[in-house]
């Protein structure tokens, strides 16, 4: 079984290597930091730094530490292998709980209790049962199926949005942008879990929020350049949203100075909504080498075309 190489852009603490090294190794895959470029046949990145992968000569796939792809395939210089993302029921397990989580908060007012909280003032307000509020999914794909799987069992109403046409159990199901208007309209809480490609970069934005009902709120946990921030603060001081969630934005980290931070109708977390679990990663990747060796097809390979 040939060894995989970390290749990443960003400074991984070495404790946190140790571990994923250990991890991989208890699957049965030999993850290593360093090896002669010309022996490199597969690779494990992470915002790789631009040119980096085509040094290898010999490379035979890519896997990303993320299910998302975007850190992979802004290299102008990628090379044609296959590159397979994460998808492990970890990953969508742990997605879900902070999709479940900030939904609640948001439907059951948790920022206003919060704020009366401060004051002192015991108030009760009016919320709607779950059955009577609609959640949307923006990316119905591996983690918003999940989430949104874990919201209908809540009593939520839940909508999804992709590009293909699905018929999901008991969620309404849009697909292509000629339907994301009849999507939004109905949308009261707006999840957004879609990959970053040219088409949704900067989709949650103005024209975007106006087709939201008024009051309506946003859990962002798909990538930070799908958000335009000063929108997003129009659309909450004009009250048209009522809140937002955000576990990704633009720049991460946020910079200090960010208006982001300290207002009232935001929460923000540092892109925590899930984290790849080594032990879930080493298995998967164990899987798709034992593809690749014996000349089978792998899983969870990217389309490159479409992005994702
Ligand atoms: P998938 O590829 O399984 O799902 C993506 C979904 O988005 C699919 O339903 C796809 O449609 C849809 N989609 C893509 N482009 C468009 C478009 N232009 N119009 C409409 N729908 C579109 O990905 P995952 O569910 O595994 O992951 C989604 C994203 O979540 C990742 O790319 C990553 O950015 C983010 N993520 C964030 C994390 C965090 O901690 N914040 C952790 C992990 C992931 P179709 O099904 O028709 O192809
Ligand atoms: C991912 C992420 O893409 O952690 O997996 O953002």
Redesign the pocket.
Known sequence: MGKVLIVSGANLPPQWVDQLIADFGSAGVELVQEMPDAEVQYVLAWQPPAGRLRQFTNLKAVFSF?????HILNDPHLPKVPIIRA?TDD?AER?TEYVVWQVLHHHRRGLDYAALQAQSKWRPLGAPKAANRRVGI???????AHAGKALQAVGFSVAG????E?SPEGIQHF???QSLPAFLAETEILVC?????P??KDILAKPLFDQLPKGAALVH???GEQLVPDDLLDALNSGHLSAASL??VPEEPLPATSPLWQHPRIVLTP?????TDGKALGAQTRSALDALETGKPPQNVVDVA?G?
């Open positions: 993320g299910a998302g792809v975007d998808v990953l997605m923006l990316g119905y794909g591996r983690l918003g949005w992709s590009r293909s699905k697909h292509g942008t879990l879609l990959p970053l490609t088409e949704t946990v798909g990538r576990d990704v892109h925590i909504a899930s984290t479409k994702y």
